[in-house]
């Protein structure tokens, strides 16, 4: 029989949840084919020696879908999936609760595990290589250590920073492997895959022009279909590509997938300080965020798609996009 997966935290609403096509199979689950066809292998041969997966680190940007294919890989290998995030586990109690809990093969899935602290990962090393936990009881000349035998499990680790993860915990993980953005043709698949399960109708080249402004990641993609269905609801009108355009105007998206925030950052660069360079803290006062929210939001979307680049000295416009980002905001008031 089937095993229902059972969810400790996801990192979303309830709402979001619900209302999103969630891929049961790696079929069902479209981009990161070379990935997919790997945990394919990976997931099928640990089901046919009746042994747990080895453990998995995955890593990339958020919105990607490794909570996704974490719990597809629960449905195919017909076990148990428990999911929490590093920050929530805040006590090695907390963490040896969860880990006697599973059953032999379950997956247990650790989102953000590079901001687990550090004393609870270190109970991790033991369960991961021996499958037991080393529990302290009592206090002060009485106490003594218990070693807790548990079931063979296989830990997935998902991180958007592989490289502050402790060299101990990364030198566990037996498959390490990255998840990619995803390019248009895909994303235009997973809007219309998702639209299918919201009973949205959708043209498939208004399909596309929401893949080409999703900033590569499916998680973005599928909030703006849920946003353009409120709208094609309340207006009463089929959702073409004409609509999709006045959609994303409509939520402050322009046909490169910049939100109003990062054309505020690239305006504040261009019309303030000539194209830069500018200091971090100082574009985030200007700009009204947080300079972490910036560095982490947006900052690596428009390094990506070239409008921004870092240098010694600062952020600043590259030469060769500066002339169309000044005219684009010539004669526009700063805001």
Not at 144 to 169: E, M, N, Q, R
């Amino acid at each position: 029989m089937q095993k229902t997966p059972l969810i400790l935290d996801l990192g979303e609403t309830p709402e979001e949840r619900s209302h999103d096509f969630s891929p049961q199979t790696f079929d069902d689950y479209i981009g990161q084919k070379e990935l997919k066809e790997k945990l394919s292998i990976y997931t099928q041969a640990a089901k046919m020696r009746n042994e747990p997966l080895d453990h998995l680190l995955l890593f990339g940007p958020p919105g990607l879908g490794k909570t996704t294919l974490s719990m597809i890989m629960a449905q195919v290998m017909n076990v148990n999936i428990k999911l929490c995030s590093g920050p929530m586990i805040e006590r090695t109690g907390d963490l040896v609760g969860i880990l006697s809990s599973l059953q032999p093969r379950d997956i247990f899935f650790i989102d953000e595990i590079h901001r687990m602290p550090a004393h609870v990962e270190e109970v991790l090393y033991s369960a991961m290589e021996q499958y037991r936990v080393d529990v302290i009881i009592g206090q002060g000349a009485g106490a003594k250590s218990v070693s807790l035998p548990i079931h063979p499990f296989t830990l997935v680790g998902a991180t958007t920073k592989s490289g502050i993860i402790s060299a101990p915990l990364r030198s566990r993980f037996g498959i390490t492997e990255r998840l990619d953005f995803y390019n248009d043709t895909e994303l235009r698949d997973i809007v219309l895959q998702s639209a299918q399960f919201l009973k949205l109708s959708i043209t498939p080249d208004a399909a596309l022009m929401i893949g080409a402004c999703s900033r590569g990641t499916p998680r973005i993609a599928k909030k703006i279909v849920r946003r353009v269905r409120d709208l094609a609801q309340v207006r009463n009108v089929d959702v073409d590509k004409q609509f999709v355009e006045q959609s994303l105007s409509f939520l402050g998206i322009d046909h490169d997938g910049l939100t109003a925030v990062d054309t505020m950052i690239l305006q504040k660069i261009v019309c303030n300080f000539n194209g830069g360079p500018v200091g971090l803290d100082t574009l985030a006062s200007l700009v009204g965020e947080d300079a972490d929210t910036i560095e982490i939001a947006y900052e690596p979307y428009l390094l990506r798609k070239g409008y921004l680049e870092k240098t010694s000295r600062g952020r600043q416009i590259p030469a060769n996009i500066l002339p169309t980002l000044i005219k684009r905001f010539l004669g526009q008031q700063i805001i």
